[in-house]
Nanobody, 125 residues
């Protein structure tokens, strides 16, 4: 069983930056890829970014490229989401997920096995 714990959310203003962290309870790297998703009120959960266990392969949603970056720290079993130039439309609960890379590559979000509890990000004008 893998437990994922997100942190780093908060309330910021437009143009600010935040870095979210997702720590895995045991070593996932070498086995699982990690990803970030977000869900705004009344909306479906959407893909944000993902990274292979080595960090050599990363994917970022097209609409977020240039502002969001994903990275991994194998030694700490942690994946990060750096969010820059935040906008009010980035307001959402951000979730971390883990599973084999195949599901991320195929965009099979409903198949992902492990999810964190989420961390709230609120961006005000």
């Amino acid at each position: 069983q893998v437990q994922l714990v997100e942190s780093g959310g908060g309330s910021v203003q437009t143009g600010d930056s935040l870095r979210l962290s997702c720590a895995a309870s045991r070593r996932t790297f070498g086995t699982y890829s990690m990803g970030w998703f977000r869900q705004a009120p009344g909306q479906e959960r959407e893909f944000v970014a993902a990274a292979s266990w080595s960090g050599s392969n990363t994917w970022v949603a097209d609409s977020l490229k240039g502002r969001f970056t994903i990275s991994v720290d194998n030694a700490l079993n942690t994946v990060y989401l750096q969010m820059n130039n935040l906008r009010p439309e980035d307001t959402a609960v951000y979730y971390c997920a883990a599973d084999i890379e195949k599901w991320f590559c195929e965009a099979r979000w409903g198949t992902l096995s492990y999810w964190g509890q989420g961390t709230q990000v609120t961006v005000s004008t």
